[in-house]
């Protein structure tokens, strides 16, 4: 059984455009910022939609309100 983690949760900092490259960067309101760590695309605008950062199995996940989608991250240093 693998457990979930919520690591962060709040709004997004300005437009979300979706998924589109590795490295893309989603910022949340407070300045923490997450890189996208796995080649995937999905086009979807929202201004400053509420996100959250799921820890499983090993990997950050991103969850942002208004997908069905989520994204692979890596918090960025």
Known sequence: MNAQMVVQVGKLNGPFRGFRTQLTRFTFLNGVSWLQNEPKYLYYYAHSPR????YESGV?????DGT???VQVIRES
């Open 51 to 54: 996100a959250r950062v799921i």
């Open 60 to 64: 950050y996940i991103l969850e942002v």
């Open 68 to 70: 069905s989608e989520t």
